[in-house]
């Protein structure tokens, strides 16, 4: 089955620093990536989701990247805010079937004001 | 759209007691999944269905574990008897088999076993 390894589980910067989640999958017919957002307890909220048939996708100050080739992809966030502190998990599956989606450790960021 | 319903949203039991889980999925999603998230296991698939017909039960920990869903708006996950080690968070996600594969968490049980 699928395998995601997600990296760091914690990461620490400054307010206006930029963070960089990465995160590998081991199946190469997974084509369907989102990213999840947990605030202290909260649910787990859709952040972005990238597909296999692009390889960057931007909404803000969030950005998520994919290297097929290498089977990773990584969350980008610019001008962090201490609203952004939380547990990101980044996720694995197969679109339009029964896959069911495999989920990374998580990462706990904190931003620092 | 209300979003994923669960209920309790707290739970206290003593170790033995049956602990029941409600969720309610948004209307018209097809596939509903069932996560237990503590701090050690991080989130854990317990099972999911889909079309009411449960797919993958893998995750279930053991037999004191089960779950139904007896039609499309409405499931439950059952912990008989229960035990300290069940302490968690419980989610329920669900989810409409089209492209978009987007999983929709409900706001989750939290659940301790004393």
């Known amino acids: 089955g699928e395998n995601v390894e997600q990296h760091p589980s914690t990461l620490s910067v400054q307010e206006g620093d930029s963070a960089v989640i990465k995160c590998t999958y081991s199946?190469?017919?997974?084509?369907?990536f989102p990213w999840y957002k947990q605030e202290l307890g909260k649910r787990p909220q859709l952040i972005i989701d990238i597909r296999s048939n692009v390889g960057e996708k931007k909404d803000q100050r969030i950005a998520v990247t994919l290297n097929k080739t290498a089977k990773h992809f990584s969350l980008h966030i610019t001008e962090t805010q201490p609203e952004d502190s939380a547990v990101y998990f980044c996720a694995a599956s197969i679109s339009g079937g029964s896959y069911i989606p495999t989920f990374g450790r998580g990462t706990s960021l904190i931003v620092h004001p | 759209d209300a979003g994923v319903i669960q209920s309790p949203r707290h739970e206290v039991t003593e170790m033995g007691q049956e602990v029941t889980l409600r969720c309610k999925p948004i209307?018209?999603?097809?596939?509903l999944f069932w996560y237990r998230q503590t701090m050690m296991r991080g989130l854990e698939l317990l099972i999911y269905?889909?079309?009411?017909?449960?797919?993958?039960d893998s995750g279930m920990p053991e037999d004191r574990f089960s779950a139904k869903m007896p039609n499309a708006s409405f499931s439950t996950l059952k912990i008989q008897p229960s035990e300290p080690r069940d302490s968690a968070v419980y989610f329920c996600a669900s989810r409409k088999r089209d492209l978009q594969e987007t999983q929709y968490f409900g706001p989750g049980t939290r659940l301790l076993v004393l």
């Open positions: 199946d190469s017919a997974s084509n369907y």
């Open positions: 269905f889909n079309n009411n017909v449960p797919i993958d």
């Open positions: 209307s018209g999603h097809n596939s």
